[in-house]
Nanobody, 113 residues
Framework: VQLQASGGGLVQAGESLRLSCAAS????????WAWYRQAPGKKREMVAT???????IYADSVKGRFTISRNNAKNTVYLQMNSLNPEDTAVYYC????????WGQGTLVTVSS
């Protein structure tokens, strides 16, 4: 299984971006997806999770601004990011979790003030 993330780019503060991450190969429909990010000089942190039970979990810093969603038919997870601010600048990684543990290659999001 390989994960291909896309959708990153350079935007101004207040704008929006939508990240996508598609899994190639056959995977179980019941699984967990997550988005993480790593800013320069900082540890990788969880941004949003879509659990195998269907619940969504968000980091406090993105609640109300980011939305994780999935399309099982396309083996794809999305991260809609609204009201971006410079603190959201990071490389964003998708993760196909339970029962797997696969990572995408990362996509850079840069938010200018």
């Amino acid at each position: 299984v390989q994960l291909q993330a896309s959708g990153g780019g350079l935007v101004q503060a207040g704008e929006s971006l939508r990240l996508s991450c598609a899994a190639s190969g056959s995977i179980f429909s019941i699984n967990a997806w997550a988005w993480y990010r790593q800013a320069p000089g900082k540890k990788r942190e969880m941004v949003a999770t879509y659990t195998n039970g269907g619940a969504t979990i968000y980091a406090d810093s993105v609640k109300g601004r980011f939305t994780i969603s999935r399309n099982n038919a396309k083996n794809t997870v999305y991260l809609q990011m609204n009201s971006l601010n410079p603190e959201d600048t990071a490389v964003y990684y998708c993760n196909l979790g339970f029962p797997y543990n696969y990572w995408g290659q990362g996509t850079l999001v840069t938010v200018s003030s």
